[in-house]
């Protein structure tokens, strides 16, 4: 809004994660949000410091890379259209993946 640009392609990309309000307020008063406010809204999952944000980053990069890539990739997978989905259909789309994953060539290396 500050930059005569309506901001709806972006809260398209926020309205399942905050609520209505919170995004309304962000885009009218073009404000910035504290790190604390960002977590609130549920757009982070942590806060740290400015010194610790790299050792952070790096941690939760290198135990993702630990898991075996088809049971992350499943789980991004999942979460990307298990929300918009039915309760019964999202239950279905979980046991397919994870059949599909778990079955998997990879899956079943790692469990030697």
């Given at each position: 809004?500050?930059?005569?640009?309506?901001?709806?392609?972006?809260?398209?990309a926020?309205?399942?994660?905050?609520?209505?309000?919170?995004i309304?307020?962000?885009?009218?008063?073009?404000?910035a949000?504290s790190a604390?406010?960002?977590m609130k809204y549920?757009?982070?999952?942590?806060?740290?410091?400015?010194?610790e944000?790299?050792?952070?980053?790096e941690?939760?990069c290198e135990?993702?890379?630990?898991y075996?890539?088809a049971?992350?990739?499943?789980?991004?997978e999942?979460l990307r259209?298990?929300?918009s989905?039915?309760e019964?259909a999202a239950i279905?789309y979980?046991?397919?993946?994870?059949?599909?994953?778990?079955t998997?060539?990879?899956?079943n290396?790692?469990?030697?």
């Amino acid at each position: 809004m500050a930059h005569n640009i309506m901001p709806t392609m972006v809260m398209s990309a926020l309205f399942d994660r905050m609520n209505r309000n919170a995004i309304l307020h962000m885009a009218y008063s073009t404000e910035a949000i504290s790190a604390e406010d960002a977590m609130k809204y549920g757009l982070v999952s942590r806060v740290v410091s400015d010194g610790e944000m790299m050792g952070a980053a790096e941690g939760i990069c290198e135990r993702i890379a630990r898991y075996p890539k088809a049971a992350a990739m499943g789980l991004k997978e999942y979460l990307r259209h298990a929300p918009s989905v039915h309760e019964h259909a999202a239950i279905d789309y979980a046991r397919s993946l994870h059949a599909m994953v778990n079955t998997s060539s990879e899956m079943n290396s790692n469990r030697k």
